[in-house]
Nanobody, 125 residues
């Protein structure tokens, strides 16, 4: 499956953005999807993930209550709604998908097989 992330941009602290991850090539329906980010000089981290069914979601602690991941399989798209953004959220955001990754509220692995190109999110103070 090919992935394309979009929706990044420049926003002031406290603002919101919605990222989209569009899939092509295969139906998204049976893929777990994750959003990752990598800030300059830092390691990549998983931000949020959603199971193939949509019933399970995972959020890293720093975004809980601020970010929401959702999926619309009819549109082959997964979204990341980001609110109350802070400069610490500045990073390149990537989406990834895999049919075998298991998502739970407590954890998700990062061994996703398909990755999209990133989209830059910059939050100004």
């Amino acid at each position: 499956v090919q992935l394309q992330a979009s929706g990044g941009g420049l926003v002031q602290a406290g603002g919101s953005l919605r990222l989209s991850c569009a899939a092509s090539g295969r139906t998204f329906s049976y893929y777990a999807v994750g959003w990752f980010r990598q800030a300059q000089g830092k390691e990549r981290e998983v931000v949020a993930a959603i199971s193939w069914s949509g019933f399970s979601t995972y959020y890293t602690d720093s975004v809980k209550g601020r970010f929401t991941i959702s999926r619309d399989d009819a549109k082959n798209t997964v979204y990341l709604q980001m609110t109350s953004l802070t400069p610490e959220d500045t990073a390149v955001y990537y989406c990834a998908a895999d049919r075998l990754v298991v998502v739970s509220a407590q954890r998700v692995s990062d061994d996703f097989g398909s990755w999209g190109r990133g989209t830059q999110v910059t939050v100004s103070s």
